[in-house]
């Protein structure tokens, strides 16, 4: 929770406009937008700028969240190295149906691995914008969140000696064990959460895609998913059990799996590598509400988690940080609050859009292997409007693609 502030004996404590808690996506977002509007703000991040820029994270962005990006400036290596996805296959009963989502609406994917993307915000924001963010830094405390004066405190890993930062506004983007979500008021905040029961083995291999799209395998022995991560690794995905222990998946079942699930008629071989991650997902959600607490705004992973079955994640995490980016630009430097108190009610929105849709595709691929004959009929029915449907194709695709409203 929070606290008051602590009186350090030195150094004397800093003032700065904003602090930001967590160097992932979000929270750099924020600080470059801030740096370009030469608003003053301080990141703070617990791990080293080594380890975020290699940390294993999503890699699937939406068209519209990397045209903002653009927009920003801080698009250019993406731009140049991602790949462009305007496609799906659906792999069920044997059959292969693929979804051509670019010919249907003219958009597409991107696929460019998160940790590049923060690669490439810490440099803009630390080596060309000049931003001060402090790495490995250690018992990370926020304080006074409620009054007009809030702060953050933080031993330094150079001396040891705690900290002390003044600030107008806190933005916490440390994810779901970060201090920011501990420093919520029970009474004041609403955590929704839903489970939904099974699990993901996540997999990279040392592999080249088998597949010039996204695979989504239905089976009755459970989900299996294929997502290119680069020319040389592969993302896959095998349902199972929740709790499951990675270590009861061999390479040989690994890959003896993917090849039933993902299987069909005229589908090349699966290209086998060496599996050089190994780690089950228990799939769940959960939205806080509100997303503003006093002077705390929470972005991303802090707020809301959506389960990778619809790769939203890092797209929801950048929409965060685009509103509230632009939001403190506007209070901080032209007194005009109106966006900070509207900030929380904008994302809620598209965060349950997110969430339903999570919810109705999970539907889809778990259904086949409950072992209950009724939601696996649904599942065929769903696939089989999607497939026919003009219609339902066209709202899938928009809600795969992302809500078709400008940021």
Not at 313 to 321: F, P
Request: glycine fraction near 8%.
């Amino acid at each position: 929770m929070t606290t008051a502030s602590p009186r350090p004996d030195s150094p004397a404590p800093e003032r700065t406009p904003v602090v930001v808690v967590g160097a992932g996506p979000a929270g750099l977002t924020v600080g470059n937008i801030l740096r370009a509007a030469r608003v003053d703000c301080v990141v703070l991040e617990t791990e080293t700028r080594a380890f975020i820029e290699r940390r294993p994270r999503a890699g699937v962005l939406e068209e519209r969240a990397v045209r903002e990006l653009q927009r920003r400036g801080l698009a250019a290596d993406l731009l140049e190295r991602a790949q462009r996805h305007t496609a799906c296959e659906f792999r069920c009963g044997g059959e292969r149906y693929r979804f051509s989502y670019g010919e249907l609406t003219g958009r597409h994917h991107f696929v460019y691995p998160q940790p590049l993307l923060v690669t490439d915000l810490v440099r803009e924001y630390v080596d060309v914008r000049g931003g001060d963010a402090r790495f490995s830094v250690r018992e990370v405390a926020l304080h006074d969140l409620d009054t007009d004066a809030p702060s953050v405190s933080y031993l330094c890993p150079e001396t040891g000696e705690r900290r002390l930062l003044r600030c107008d506004v806190v933005v916490g983007a440390d994810g779901a064990r970060g201090v920011s979500r501990a420093a919520l008021v029970p009474e004041r905040a609403r955590i929704a959460r839903h489970d939904y029961g099974t699990g993901w083995l996540a997999l990279l291999a040392e592999a080249p895609p088998s597949s010039d799209c996204v695979l989504f395998g239905i089976h009755p022995r459970g989900f299996a998913g294929h997502m290119t991560r680069s020319p040389e690794v592969t993302r896959y995905y095998l349902q199972c059990p929740p709790g499951d222990d990675p270590a009861n998946w061999s390479h040989e079942r690994v890959w003896a799996e993917l090849r039933e699930r993902l299987g069909a008629a005229g589908a090349p071989e699966l290209t086998e590598g060496r599996l050089i991650e190994r780690r089950v997902l228990d799939l769940h959600d959960y939205v806080v509400e509100p997303m503003a607490h006093g002077r705390l705004f929470l972005a991303g992973d802090a707020a809301h988690l959506v389960a990778p079955i619809a790769a939203k994640g890092m797209n929801l995490a950048l929409h965060d940080a685009f509103l509230l980016g632009d939001a403190l630009v506007a209070a901080v430097r032209d007194g005009d609050a109106s966006g900070l108190e509207g900030y929380s009610e904008a994302c809620l929105r598209r965060v349950w859009d997110y969430q339903e849709f999570s919810q109705w595709l999970s539907e889809v691929y778990h259904g086949s292997a409950t072992g209950d004959p009724f939601r696996a009929g649904t599942t065929r029915a769903r696939l089989r409007r999607l497939f026919t449907s003009p219609t339902a194709a066209a709202a899938f695709a928009e809600q795969y693609l992302g809500a078709a409203e400008r940021y």
